[in-house]
T-cell receptor
């Protein structure tokens, strides 16, 4: 199956700093990637759709200026959490469609962000 | 908007017992996907159902899509400890977005 990597797997940062998370499709090209966050024992909440070569599409209630998404190539999308606060601590997961159009998604291993 | 309700939220079973999780949508679904997330892990695609009334099997797992394409179920026969995890149904849109159900967390007592 298709492989999606995510880096870093864990990060601890101080309040007020910014953190960048990378999501890479290793053996396929992904025009579209997705970013989710997941709180403990809860479901995945879609944050935004990352589109290669264009602006990301954010879900309602997600601050675009706080969660900066850049999809610079067909294999890389980045999520930057700016001016992080403790309430931003969460599990962030990216995914990519192996084929476009409502097919299965392959998820990265996730990034555990802790803001102190 | 899109909304997928999934029940139960938690299920504890004795190893060897069966397990079922259900998903219901407020709208007719074009298709539905199922994912499994192990504790501490990430979601892994299990299957996609497309046709009305479709039934698919993967070893001890049976997936069903309702006749009206508004509900789906995942049934595990004779659970094993390796089945532990959270099972999500997900409703894909034509833009590729996945709307996840709340998930059912399965605990299996050996």
């Amino acid at each position: 199956g298709a492989v999606v990597s995510q880096h870093p797997s864990r990060v601890i940062c101080k309040s007020g700093t910014s953190v960048k998370i990378e999501c890479r499709s290793l053996d396929f090209q992904a025009t579209t990637m997705f970013w989710y966050r997941q709180f403990p024992k809860q479901s995945l909440m879609l944050m935004a759709t990352s589109n290669e070569g264009s602006k990301a599409t954010y879900e309602q209630g997600v601050e675009k200026d706080k969660f900066l998404i850049n999809h610079a190539s067909l294999t890389l999308s980045t999520l930057t959490v700016t001016s992080a606060h403790p309430e931003d601590s969460s599990f962030y997961i990216c995914s990519a469609e192996y084929r476009q159009g409502g097919y299965e998604q392959y998820f990265g291993p996730g990034t555990r962000l802790t803001v102190t | 908007g899109q909304q997928v309700m999934q029940i139960p939220q938690y299920q504890h079973v004795q190893e060897g017992e069966d397990f079922t999780t259900y998903c219901n949508s407020s709208t007719t679904l074009s298709n539905i996907q199922w994912y499994k997330q192990r504790p501490g892990g990430h979601p892994v695609f299990l299957i996609q159902l497309v046709k009305s009334g479709e039934v698919k099997k993967q070893k001890r797992l049976t997936f069903q899509f309702g006749e009206a394409k508004k509900n789906s179920s995942l049934h595990i026969t004779a659970t094993q400890t390796t089945d532990v995890g959270t099972y999500f149904c997900a409703e894909p849109s034509n833009t590729g977005k996945l709307i996840f159900g709340q998930g059912t967390t399965l605990q299996v007592k050996p």
